[in-house]
């Protein structure tokens, strides 16, 4: 088969094993550098080291009101923060050029800390965990569809399983958007999601559904604007096992008609999955040959049951 283009990620340049840290030295991760980094482009950057900083510096702290802190050198006490504010708004117009397809960031960076950063009182006392960092901040109020997931958080199985599902998904739907966007090809890519969104939860597919079948009374570059954060949002919840075995067993439901010892050796396949003796992979390899067998169209063009390799790959390590 043809590949797509690979996914864009931007990504924490420290996390590439590139040494921009305060100290001088790096936060290397295996997962980013071995598994993810083989299967996509990586556009890395350093706020700090871009804003001016140099390597290496006294390390900076978010301080003040945690909905607006400033951004402040240790020991010098020097104030960044017009400065890393100017810079990233120029960074971030630039990246949304870019096609990217979701970004990796530093846990707890004052720069690039997606949540609970420490936010320092301006008159001394502990920290509060309540700061997204600085430069984060701006990516996520100007890129609000891209996902996001910090270095920490993929250590999750769930969450990292999640973060991959959503940077494919995203990388399809600006393929969509990039050739055209029409109501039938919406619709079309809407149909191809619907297993992958009901294993997330049935909220969320029934939400999207309504907007579908809503296409004719709005704009549609605004219905698809809305949908795709729908859709982006109804994958960030995470999938779990108890989703996917009723999302089984409703595919399943298409071959009520197939032999018995082919119908019982899904059904086995599904409850192994269910008991934890099989990945997921196991009862999804035979649904989909079974669609084969039998010429189920629907089933075949689901994105669930034939994600693109290389997503398959890393889901298989989460």
Known sequence: MTLAPRPRLGISACLLGRAVRYDGGH?????????????????????????????????????????????IAERTGEDWTARMAAWAEARVEQLGGLGLDGYVTKKDSPSCGLERVRVHPLRGGPPRREGVGAFVAVLRARLPLLPIEEEGRLHDPLLRESFVERIFAHARWQRLVGEGLTRGGLVAFHTAQKLAVLAHGVEGYRRLGRLVADLKGRPLRQAGQAYAALLLAALAVPATRGRNVNVLQHAAGYFKGAPGGERRELEKAIADYRRGRVPLLVPQTLLRSAARRHGVDWLLGQAWLGPDPRELMLRNHA
């Open 27 to 71: 936060k290397r991760d295996p997962f980013c550098v071995d598994l993810l980094g083989p299967l996509v482009d990586w556009v890395p950057l350093c706020p700090e080291v871009e804003v001016g900083m140099p390597v290496p510096r006294p390390p900076i702290r978010l301080v003040g009101r945690s909905e607006a802190p400033a951004l």
